[in-house]
């Protein structure tokens, strides 16, 4: 069975700073990847989605992720945080015939500090 | 403006009642489904759709009902029968895009049993 693993559950980080949110999936073939962004008491916005070609990613808000097949890895990235990213990031990805369910990872809780 | 909207947006029960959470969509999506999410769980797939008057069980439908007699609208019954129905749900509908699905998700219902 397809899973995904976030591996961390919070991230603090400093106004400005770089971020990384890290993901591992497992599976035997191939894959549809997917970020979401979570603000709270809210539903799930989409971020950034990979299904094939490139495998530098670009999303909205300056978020980008670097699908890598060899480490089973889709890591989202931004070079510079605003306080206003603080959100839960979900890892996604998609499984069954045509693809057509998710399986999320368990989700990064993204802080900004000013 | 297109979207899914979920209502009520808080909905609050005594044990042992059922209570339906409404779904509608006017995106002309032909899948949706419900997940369930849990502080430090992700969402977990409860049920989904993916034409009318068919439907799947998710990975944990225990304790759910769901019907769908409109391709607009996927209502989900918690019933008496589950033992931990206090969370979030969250809605959310499909498109094709040739390879995989795109899932648009709606604001939520946060539910509490007491």
């Known amino acids: 069975a397809q899973s995904v693993t976030q591996l961390d559950s919070q991230v603090p980080v400093f106004e400005e700073a770089p971020v990384e949110l890290r993901c591992n999936y497992s599976s035997s073939v191939s894959v549809y990847l997917f970020w979401y962004v979570q603000y709270p008491n809210q539903g799930l916005q989409l971020l950034l989605k990979y299904l094939s070609g490139s495998t530098l990613v670009k999303g909205i808000n300056g978020f980008e992720a670097e699908f890598n097949k060899s480490q089973t890895s889709f890591h989202l990235r931004k070079p510079s945080v605003h306080i206003s990213d603080t959100a839960e990031y979900f890892c996604a990805v998609s499984v069954g015939q045509g693809a057509q369910k998710l399986v999320f990872g368990q989700g990064t809780r993204l802080t900004i500090n000013p | 403006d297109g979207g899914i909207t979920q209502s009520p947006k808080y909905l609050f029960r005594k044990e042992g009642q059922n209570v339906t959470l409404s779904c509608e969509q006017n995106?002309?999506?032909?899948?949706m489904y419900w997940y369930r999410q849990d502080p430090g769980q992700g969402l977990r797939l409860i049920y989904y759709s993916q034409i009318v008057n068919d439907f799947q069980k998710g990975d944990i439908a225990e304790g759910y009902s769901v019907s769908r007699e409109k391709k607009e609208s996927f209502p989900l019954t918690v019933t008496s029968a589950q033992k931990n129905p206090t969370a979030f749900y969250l809605c959310a509908s499909s498109i094709f895009l040739g390879s995989s699905y795109e899932q648009y998700f709606g604001p939520g219902t946060r539910l509490t049993v007491t």
């Open positions: 995106l002309n999506h032909d899948a």
